[in-house]
């Protein structure tokens, strides 16, 4: 094993990677821009560099100074997390040569999956199905044509994307023009690559993806699946394991497509397939993430296991820990990811300070965050924050559990999409299962806030005057006349 | 003797209407008693009207939150005195609501828009993210440029003022 790996990452993901190396005597290496100087990963570490360079997110994808710091310091690997570098083949390929593991599969695999046209290509190829599409590439000209042929809705992606970048729905022919060139200029954008395709959207289509690891010789273990159709902007806020309302025929077919796509890339490393399951039971392969999830906490509550563990392992070359028959998943998990933003404004992301900071306590409740009180949330990085993740016997019991952490969370001095978390958790449409990727906007009006009891607003505003060290003054200090007489925001 | 907080949009008046033997407040031309229990650091415990009320609260530079009962309470002080910046309907001025880049320009000096038409993409927190007009109007002034960056609060667009247009209507039709 390792002696010393260095993260690249920040974060929450940061902080739990390092978890697990401390856990297996792994000594760490955080890198940092001077905005997260204090940020928990770099408090964790065992050592920590800061990057050079003014943007923030450039730092943290500069990848010769990561090299040249994990040299320097006698690192014997790089984590890369999720984002940043985790699905970059350039990097995986040039840390290899610099003599380092990547904790990640090969560059080849990660060339394969990270183009999702040659990933698509591929899964066909590989008997695992694939929605109707058109590329842009092959007959640029006729791409609007061919397109339209598929049929309305259709969905149009950057070929490049990921993350619902360059992501747009089409539902009328006339919307078809504007939608590709927008795609297009997203998608060169973010990913320096025009190109697009149309794709068949699936309407009430549920997102279900399946984890699975493989050593790199052609054996993967599929580590059960999730559900992941709670999204708003393509991304997705809530997650959980196993996915409900799934017949056993249905999950064995999806969990063998998955298998037999990875197998047949020889994939090495923790890896998710994600498919898009229709109202029609049928399943289509949508993409494959070459790196450890957001949303990996949910399978491993649920089959007791520690992903970055097995993602340190196989990069070790020690393989798999454990077998198929090995894997019974138990009980059931949903995670909730915490971010800066404002649902009641089309959920905008918001900046702030993290003021206060309370974490919820009990058992199967866990938090994954990277971030401390008096740490500045700015626009410079992501806006998830941290996840809450909750383990129970039954999908019922995991809810319930969820929606007392939830209560017992206090994260202020930034908007939160926290309260909205919650009242998702107490919608009855969830706790029926009634879910698809439209869930969010079908149930916008029931998921606004009500109306506070007076009693509880009057209190939470007595609260907030007493905060004031004005109105202190004025309530307990001054004498009654002074008081009565003062000039205090008439 | 009166604070003022904004909630939701809302303000609520509050009151002291006495200080001994408990605070009382005023919420709504009703006295209420509060007896403020002491609290570790962060936290807050209160009786209001003899029932006890357990919660967070964070004093940020701009608004004060409060958890209570799984529940956020973001307040603001209200401005004493008179409005503060028109807004809505009447605004003047857009100005941005965090910091960011310009990503794309929609719409020109002179244009004529109408209330919710994009009016510039930015883009902050790896988000794109359309800034729409606030009301019918015509486009005075464009204050950034493509790609360039801006703070919070920068002045984004501005729109010719709702009583010029008025009066420019008045001049058209006398002419």
């Keep these: 094993m390792f002696s010393k790996v260095l993260v690249a990452n920040r974060g929450e993901i940061a902080a739990r990677i390092m978890r697990t190396a401390k856990e297996m005597g792994i000594a760490t290496v955080a890198v940092y821009h001077h905005l997260d100087r204090g940020a928990p990963h770099v408090r964790m570490a065992d050592e920590a560099v800061e990057l050079d360079g003014d943007v923030p997110t450039k730092a943290y994808l500069d990848q010769e100074q990561i090299i040249g710091i994990c040299a320097r310091l006698g690192a014997e690997a790089i984590h890369p997390g999720y984002g940043f570098l985790s699905e970059n083949a350039e990097f995986a390929e040039r840390v290899t040569k610099a003599g380092i593991v990547f904790v990640g599969p090969d560059a080849g695999a990660m060339h394969l999956m990270g183009d999702k046209v040659r990933s698509r290509n591929f899964a066909a190829e590989h008997g695992v199905p694939v929605a109707p599409s058109v590329l842009q590439g092959d007959d640029p000209e006729n791409f609007l044509a061919r397109a339209k042929a598929i049929g309305f809705p259709l969905l149009i992606k950057a070929s490049a994307g990921g993350g619902g970048k360059g992501m747009k729905i089409v539902r009328e022919a006339a919307d078809l023009v504007e939608a590709v060139r927008t795609a297009s200029s997203e998608a060169e954008r973010y990913f320096g690559d025009g190109l697009v395709y149309a794709e068949k959207l699936v309407e009430r289509g549920r997102h279900i993806e399946v984890q699975v690891i493989g050593d790199g010789t052609g054996r993967v273990l599929h580590l059960c699946e999730r559900e992941c159709s709670i999204q708003r902007r393509y991304q997705k806020i809530v997650e959980e394991a196993p996915a409900p309302n799934l017949s056993d025929d249905l999950c064995h077919r999806i969990r063998a497509a998955a298998v037999q796509l990875a197998s047949a890339a020889k994939y090495r490393n923790a890896g998710t397939i994600e498919f898009i399951l229709g109202a029609d039971r049928e399943f289509y392969f949508l993409e494959m993430n070459t790196r450890l999830q957001v949303e990996h906490p949910v399978t491993e509550m649920i089959l007791g296991l520690d992903l970055v563990a097995e993602q340190f392992r196989v990069a070790a070359g020690e393989g798999l820990s454990f077998r198929q028959e090995d894997i019974k998943p138990s009980g059931h998990a949903i995670e909730v990811r915490i971010c800066a933003e404002e649902p009641e404004k089309d959920f905008r992301p918001a900046i702030g300070r993290v003021g206060l900071l309370r974490l919820p306590a009990g058992e199967q409740v866990r938090f994954d965050g990277g971030i401390a009180e008096g740490q500045a949330v700015t626009p410079a990085f992501d806006s998830m924050l941290a996840k809450l993740i909750v383990h129970s016997g039954t999908r019922a019991e995991a809810i319930a559990r969820m929606k007392a952490a939830l209560a017992d969370l206090a994260l202020l001095g930034v908007p939160t999409n926290i309260d909205y978390l919650a009242r998702v958790m107490a919608h009855p449409a969830f706790a029926a299962a009634r879910i698809d990727t439209g869930f969010l906007s079908e149930h916008a009006g029931t998921l606004n806030p009500d109306d506070a009891v007076a009693e509880l607003e009057r209190a939470a505003c007595a609260a907030a005057a007493l905060a004031q060290s004005d109105f202190r003054r004025l309530a307990f200090d001054v004498p009654e006349p002074h008081a009565a007489m003062g000039g205090w925001r008439n | ?175």
């Excluded at chain 2, 988000?127 to 801006?150: K, M, S, Y």
């Design chain 2, 1 to 175: 003797m009166t604070t003022q907080l904004k909630l939701d949009g809302r303000t609520i008046r509050l009151d002291i209407a006495g200080r001994k033997p408990a605070l009382r407040l005023v919420f709504d031309s009703v006295e209420h008693e509060v007896i403020e229990l002491p609290a570790e650091d962060g936290a807050f415990e209160l009786k209001l009207d003899g029932r006890v009320y357990r919660g967070w609260r964070y004093a940020g530079e701009r608004e004060i939150y409060v958890r209570l009962d799984g529940r956020t309470f973001v307040m603001s002080l209200a401005e004493a005195g008179g409005a503060s910046e028109t807004k809505g309907r009447h605004a003047n001025a857009v100005r941005s609501e965090m910091p960011g880049t310009v990503i794309g320009i929609h719409c020109a000096r002179g244009d004529e828009v109408r209330a919710g038409d994009t009016l510039i993409t930015i883009e902050s927190m790896k988000l794109q993210i359309g800034v729409a007009a606030p009301r019918d109007g015509v486009i005075e002034d464009i204050h950034v440029a493509a790609n360039a960056t801006f703070e919070r609060d920068a002045l984004l667009v501005s729109f010719a003022a709702l009583a010029e247009l008025a009066d420019a209507d008045l001049m058209e039709k006398r002419a």
